[in-house]
């Protein structure tokens, strides 16, 4: 069965972070008074529709499912245009010691589904109008207590997927309740996300859990009809699914409305980030036209969950993600001990992919002083059957885990991020088959790979990241 940090660590978890939770008003929770509807599977890419009957290109296996539904009652969670909200999960990799059957490092994902409400009437050509976004990680529970945005979702996110235009089904009339589950077909996206995180489960929950995010973007609704805004299914029902259930090949649970299967996803906690437009974390007032958002309760963009559970439904929303590897897993190595310019801030190196056609080298976490286009290059070897270098030096830049290697740059262009002061979240990336093969990177080959990028604390500095190893398929 699942590592699940919410059964290791129990009642501690939850009293650590409960201090920083806010309590939202009941009102908050709308019941689900109207039968819930399947729209079916739309494809992301193209908009093409296909009925709940049939079934998607591709449904590879269940990677996370949070459906379950609170024993006392169905509800789901409304929300106002101006809000973001940030839930969170775990998507286990292979090095996770109590890990699934078949889980992986690198997960191509196959299909995504997720709910609403909305007493919108037909909502026209281009359909309700939310967006979503996942991320890697994003310092786990409650986003760590730190804002994700500014900058932009759709430029810091692993990935960013708005849904209008696509047609989502609104309600049949304006004023009544409509509730729906959608299935995006993610076959043709090239959306990929690692186990716990990076590939290498860590044991520490803002390392190894995702982050996603939704955003329902209708106005008409929530300023026209006062206390029937859109929103969320409250999803993830410990009693009657576990944690894990219904992923991989962990039994379902059977869930306590519907009588159909469940689960509630690895990982999840009982409270979610809401993001308010031009909101800080605990101010005060709310943004113009908006009157529903949470900031009207005083703590303004921040931590909320519903009261706790089990005297309150479980703080978590409807999720359900099917995927599969493209690649078997990397290894991460080489820890670097020497400090950056943001103190605890060290680039991180992972491979979005571990094709040779497809595959790309990604870093995040770079340290800059200032404003800056932060430059840097890739170093790697690469052969059949080499191994995980064995090398480990100590020069200015750091720990040197390779011998004998190449750099990314001048056959391909070097890595360029423009940062800012601070850690960094945007990526570092280069192409594995950049200036068509210019690498000269062959399927079969094992390959390690480290980042030497530059950190502007003074003129001349620079760092390592750590190295990786895998073989290209």
């Known amino acids: 069965m699942f590592r699940s940090y919410l059964i290791a660590a129990g009642a501690a978890l939850l009293c650590t972070t409960a201090a920083a939770q806010q309590k939202l008003d009941p009102s908050r929770m709308y019941p689900i008074t109207t039968p819930v509807k399947n729209a079916g599977t739309v494809d992301v890419t193209t908009g093409k529709w296909t009925k709940p009957a049939q079934q998607v290109k591709s449904t590879g296996a269940t990677i996370f499912n949070n459906s379950c539904t609170w024993t006392t009652q169905a509800y789901y969670a409304g929300y106002d245009w101006c809000e973001e909200n940030y839930d969170e999960g775990r998507i286990p990799s292979p090095s996770d010691p109590g890990g699934p059957s078949g889980a992986l490092a690198v997960n191509t994902i196959f299909s995504i589904q997720v709910s609403y409400c909305t007493f919108t009437g037909p909502a026209g050509a281009g359909g309700y109008d939310m967006d979503l976004a996942f991320y890697d990680k994003l310092n786990g529970d409650c986003v760590g207590g730190v804002p994700p945005t500014p900058p932009p979702v759709s430029t810091t996110a692993t990935a960013y997927i708005p849904l209008g235009g696509l047609g989502l089904p609104g309600s049949t009339a304006f004023g009544f309740q409509a509730c729906w589950l959608v299935t995006l077909d993610m076959t043709n996206s090239g959306m990929v996300l690692a186990g716990d995180g990076e590939g290498t489960f860590d044991g520490a929950g803002a390392d190894d859990k995702f982050i996603w995010m939704q955003r329902q973007n209708t106005t008409v609704g929530a300023l026209s009809i006062p206390g029937t805004p859109d929103g969320f299914f409250i999803s993830g029902e410990p009693a009657t699914g576990g944690f894990g259930a ?178 960094n979240t945007g990526t570092m990336n280069v192409a594995v088959n950049c200036n068509a093969g210019a690498l000269g990177v062959a399927v079969g080959e094992d390959v390690n790979v480290q980042l030497w990028h530059r950190d502007p604390t003074a003129p001349g500095t620079a760092n390592f990241s750590n190295a990786i190893f895998y073989t290209v398929q």
Do not use: E
């Open 246 to 423: 219904c992923s991989y090949d962990i039994a379902c649970g059977t869930d306590a409305i519907s009588g159909l299967t469940c689960g509630t996803g690895l990982d999840a906690f009982d409270a979610s980030w809401i993001n308010v437009d031009g909101i800080g974390v605990g101010a005060s007032g709310l943004p113009a036209g908006c009157p529903n958002s949470v900031a009207q309760y005083g703590f303004g963009t921040n931590c909320y969950f519903f009261g706790g559970y089990p005297t309150a439904p479980f703080a978590s929303y409807w999720l359900i993600m099917t995927g599969d590897a493209r690649a078997d897993s990397f290894t991460s190595y080489c820890v670097q001990t020497k400090a950056t310019s943001v103190a605890g801030c060290k680039a991180l190196l992972t491979p979005t992919n571990l094709t040779l056609a497809t595959g790309v080298w990604t870093s995040t976490n770079i340290p800059a002083a200032g404003p800056s286009t932060i430059v840097g290059i890739y170093i790697y070897t690469d052969g059949v059957g080499i191994g995980q270098s064995a090398v480990n030096v100590n020069v200015p830049f750091g720990t040197l885990c390779l011998g004998g290697f190449k750099r990314s740059s001048p056959t391909c262009a070097p890595a360029v991020l423009a940062g800012v002061a601070g850690c």
